[in-house]
T-cell receptor, first 110, second 116 residues
């Protein structure tokens, strides 16, 4: 499948902080998606992006579809404890198949 | 049901045995997908069904893996002669339509398969 590079691999958050993660690819995608996965659960869709340059928000989450179509970022503002989990980016070209990044693990800083 | 349901939640099997993993998609969803997620990785595509037919099985790793969806609803992923490397979480997802329609898929909670 397509190679998606997601960074950072892990991060620590303190309640109230803004956090950011991104995803890059050597290939062009026509759709970018961001998912969150909690332990023992399947991925849950957070934001879907369908147009290059598109900036979309869902509550405290904001994501952008990069102009080159090869990257996307996700920002979480004013983080809260329930934001911990694993965040995945996923890209789709022109069909149904999703290519996922390896995930960013978000944990609470002690 | 309200969401995608997968059974069992956990399955431990011995090397060489046969296993079946079941997926109940959201009612009315015509498209169904199987993904495999290894520890520390994102899900990887296995197979896509549109209705009863497997439209794309290019992600199945080898001929020990097979999936069916005989009535266009419930799907079963079958793994023969299991190997330790098959250990992973197997995720099922469904969407209202398939193809390039921007109708996103909903995932089940997965079946964690452990081959010992």
């Amino acid at each position: 499948g397509q190679q998606l590079n997601q960074s950072p691999q892990s991060m620590f958050i303190q309640e109230g902080e803004d956090v950011s993660m991104n995803c890059t690819s050597s290939s062009i995608f026509n759709t970018w998606l961001w998912y969150k996965q909690d332990p023992g659960e399947g991925p849950v869709l957070l934001i879907a992006l369908y147009k290059a340059g598109e900036l979309t928000s869902n509550g405290r989450l904001t994501a952008q579809f990069g102009i080159t179509r090869k990257d996307s970022f996700l920002n979480i503002s004013a983080s809260i404890p329930s934001d911990v989990g694993i965040y995945f980016c996923a890209g789709r070209i022109n069909d149904y198949k999703l290519s996922f990044g390896a995930g960013t693990t978000v944990t609470v800083r002690a | 049901g309200a969401g995608v349901s997968q059974t069992p939640s956990n399955k431990v099997t011995e090397k060489g045995k046969y296993v079946e993993l079941r997926c109940d998609p959201i009612s009315g969803h015509t498209a169904l997908y199987w993904y495999r997620q290894s520890l520390g990785q994102g899900p990887e595509f296995l197979i896509y069904f549109q209705g009863t037919g497997a439209a794309d099985d290019s992600g199945l790793p080898n001929d020990r893996f097979f999936a069916v969806r005989p009535e266009g609803s419930v799907s079963t992923l079958k793994i023969q002669r299991t190997e330790r490397g098959d250990s992973a979480v197997y995720l099922c997802a469904s969407s209202l339509y398939g193809g390039n329609t921007n109708t996103e898929a909903f995932f089940g909670q997965g079946t964690r398969l452990t081959v010992v």
